[in-house]
C-alpha cells in the first residue's frame, strides 16, 4: 500500500466530504478512492470517516488526522519540487482553471511554450465561466479575471487588460454614434454577465471614475458571445480588448469612448495558501507573468 497515495485519497475526500468528490479532484475513480481510504483505515485501526447514503463527515479521529495529514502532504510536495529544481527537470501534474475565453485561445497560446520546455509536467485545464471552488475542487492554481473575492486564497496580478466599449460601423450607422458614455442609456447595450457588475460601466471622465447604467436584449456569461453579437450588428459592447482586437483591427467593430479610458480588469493567478507552492506552479506562474507582461 502506497500510503501517501492513501492520505493524499483521504485528504481529497475530507475536502469535498464526498468520495466522488475527491476521487474527480484526484483523477481516479470513486471505487478506488474508497478502497485506498479503506486501506488506510485498517492501517491504522481506526474509522476516519463516517458513512451514510447521504453524507461522509469525519469522525473525530479523522479530524485529527486530517489536522496532521496535511501539513505532511504540504511538505512531500515541497520536497518533490527541491529534488526536481536540483535536477533541474520539473515533472508532475498540474490541476488548473480558467474563464472559457480566456482559456481557450489566449492562455493556451501562453502555457505551450512553457509545456515545450518542461514535457513531463501534465497540465489538467478546466476551463469555465462558472465560478469554481479551487480548494475543493482540488485546483492547484486558477487563473481569474478581477479582484480577489475569496479571503482564504492568495492572487498574484499577473497582468491589467484594458476594457473597450466596441459597436458594429452597421449598428452605428442605424441608431447613432454615442460622443458621451451617458447617451448609453439610449442604445442597446451587450450585457456580459460573468463581470462583477454587468449593469454598470465605469469611465474616467475629468480624471475621476463615473458609473452608469446599461441594459439590452442580449445577455450572455462569455465576452467572445458578447463580442460576436457586437460584430452582427446588435449593439454596444464592453469587453476585454483582448478579445476585440482582430475585429477592431480588421474594421468589423470601432472603438468607442477611447477618451474616456473604459475599465481595466486585473489577471490574477489564484491559488490555496498555507503551503508551499510545488516548483512545477511556482514556475508556471512565474511563465505566465512573463508571459502577459
Not at 134 to 146: K, N, Q, S
Request: charged share 20%.
Amino acid at each position: 500500500m502506497d500510503t501517501v497515495e492513501c492520505m493524499r485519497t483521504f485528504a481529497a475526500v475530507a475536502a469535498c466530504s464526498s468520495f466522488t468528490g475527491g476521487a474527480k479532484q484526484l483523477g481516479i475513480s470513486t471505487k478506488l478512492a474508497s478502497k485506498y481510504v479503506r486501506q488506510l483505515e485498517e492501517r491504522l485501526g481506526a474509522q476516519l470517516f463516517n458513512r451514510t447514503t447521504r453524507s461522509v463527515t469525519l469522525t473525530d479521529i479523522g479530524r485529527a488526522y486530517c489536522e496532521r495529514c496535511m501539513p505532511l502532504l504540504d511538505q512531500f510536495d515541497e520536497l518533490e519540487g527541491l529534488v526536481q529544481e536540483r535536477q533541474g527537470e520539473l515533472a508532475g501534474s498540474i490541476r488548473l482553471t480558467a474563464p472559457t475565453g480566456l482559456g481557450s485561445r489566449e492562455l493556451v497560446e501562453a502555457i505551450r511554450p512553457f509545456q515545450c520546455a518542461h514535457p513531463n509536467v501534465h497540465i489538467k485545464m478546466h476551463l469555465s465561466d462558472q465560478h469554481v471552488s479551487v480548494i475543493e475542487e482540488g485546483f492547484d492554481l486558477a487563473i481569474r479575471f478581477g479582484g480577489l473575492k475569496d479571503s482564504t486564497l492568495i492572487a498574484r496580478k499577473l497582468t491589467t487588460m484594458p476594457l473597450v466599449v466596441i459597436a458594429s460601423p452597421q449598428y452605428l450607422a442605424e441608431h447613432g454614434n454615442p460622443s458621451h458614455p451617458s447617451a448609453l442609456a439610449t442604445h442597446n447595450c451587450l450585457i456580459q454577465t460573468s463581470s462583477s457588475d454587468p449593469h454598470t460601466w465605469t469611465f474616467l471622465i475629468d480624471g475621476q471614475p463615473r458609473s452608469f447604467s446599461v441594459d439590452g436584449s442580449f445577455h450572455a456569461n462569455s465576452p467572445r458571445a458578447v463580442t460576436h453579437m457586437a460584430v452582427g450588428g446588435l449593439g454596444i459592447a464592453l469587453c476585454p480588448s483582448y478579445v476585440a482586437r482582430p475585429f477592431i483591427d480588421n474594421g468589423a467593430l470601432e472603438v468607442l469612448f477611447s477618451s474616456y479610458c473604459a475599465s481595466q480588469l486585473g489577471l490574477y493567478a489564484v491559488y490555496p495558501p498555507g503551503r508551499h507552492l510545488t516548483a512545477r506552479v511556482r514556475a508556471l506562474i512565474d511563465h505566465l507573468s512573463d508571459q502577459f507582461k
